[in-house]
């Protein structure tokens, strides 16, 4: 059964740094793209990051040079390292996994989902 456990998350000064972690247990790790995501109040949930198997990846245009992306397959952990973090960065971080070979930015092609992570930004 996979599961994925998101931690890092909390509240930040803008400008300031955070990096989410995501366990995977239950499943080959190595085998699935991975993703981040996120969605603030009143907002649908949006890709931020995604990598694929061989590591490649893609960002959302809005973090892009800010956040970036990585998996430690030894360790079944897929990271985000956020940085020059904004207020608009607000929102909850969800890890996701799916059994592909290339990765999207949509939330719809996502099939396993972590219970997420608050991040906050204060100006």
């Known amino acids: 059964q996979v599961q994925l456990v998101e931690s890092g998350g909390g509240s930040v000064q803008a400008g300031g740094s955070l990096r989410l972690s995501c366990a995977a247990y239950?499943?080959?790790?190595?085998?699935?793209?991975m993703g981040w995501f996120r969605q603030a109040p009143g907002k649908e949930r949006e890709g931020v990051a995604t990598?694929?198997?061989?590591?490649?990846?893609r960002y959302a245009d809005s973090v892009k040079g800010r956040f970036t992306i990585s998996k430690d397959n030894a360790k079944n952990t897929l990271y985000l390292q956020m940085n020059s973090l904004k207020p608009e960065d607000t929102a909850m971080y969800y890890c996701?996994?799916?059994?592909?070979?290339?990765?999207?930015?949509?939330?719809?092609?996502?099939?396993?989902w972590g219970q997420g992570t608050q991040v906050t930004v204060s100006s």
């Open positions: 990598i694929d198997i061989d590591d490649s990846t």
């Open positions: 239950g499943y080959t790790f190595s085998s699935y793209c």
């Open positions: 996701a996994a799916d059994y592909r070979t290339r990765a999207t930015m949509s939330p719809r092609d996502f099939n396993y």
